[in-house]
């Protein structure tokens, strides 16, 4: 894996293909159905010149006997040369899918975005809640942004974009840093604040929402996607309804459940 990525890395004819690739997969080879119905032949004439001349007629159906195996047998390889091939790109496209995670990670850590929201938001984190038993002082949520490149490996989106929110819990309010950051460059980002008085928050959920897919497919056989099922993050407050970018761990689902029993009890108290 390169030290950086970059738009390759959403390419399968780029990226992929020069790092994990195989080239095109051997095409499949049509059964030679001339040659055996001609082997057949042969090799029933050589039984029946065989009556006749021996010598003669025992070649004729060794002719005929080879004419029907040598098409059989390179078709049985060419089966096998496809199924080596295939197991072979998903070995790789495993391979390739956790370096991607893993370089993400890395990426978007590196970007120290904690620090960076609650400068953004112009909050202390000295101001925060403190609460070490279900450490929901803050947290994020990340999900992918369908505004560039991205690549699906069994029925796993990968994108360029990320979206990662951070949520931090005041005494009175809830503070909110979403940025948008693409992994090629990942200095420019695409900043939001919100805050909302825990009194004026409807409800915390978690849903199924399509969202139609704007960038560009890298890997073939997922031009057709237009849209995608994805878990989304909402808040309701008055006259608006808030979702956020959101792929379930455990982690966030712990801290999200946390919330929801924190909010509620800042607004019964």
Known sequence: MKEKITKEEFSFHGYFSSHYGLGPQPEMMPANVKAIVLGVILFIAGIVVTALVNAAGLVLSLIGIVAVVVPVLKKAANTNLRREWAEERARRETEWS??????????????????????????????????????????????????????????????????????????????????????????????ESLEFFYKDIVSVSVAQETIDIKGEAADGGAENDKQVESERFRLVVPGDKLNFAYIPNDYTTARINAMKSMIREKKNS
């Open 98 to 191: 956790i370096e991607f995670d893993k370089k993400k990670g890395e990426i978007i850590a590196e970007q120290k975005l904690e620090e960076r929201g609650l400068q953004y938001l112009g909050i202390d984190k000295e101001n925060l809640i403190k609460d070490d038993k279900d450490n929901v002082s803050s947290f994020y949520i990340s999900g992918n942004n369908f505004d560039g490149g991205w690549r699906k490996i069994d029925t796993v989106y990968r994108t360029e974009y990320q979206e990662i929110t951070w949520l931090y819990f005041g005494v009175d309010q809830l503070y909110i840093y979403k940025v948008k950051l693409s992994l090629i460059a990942p200095s420019k980002k695409k900043e």
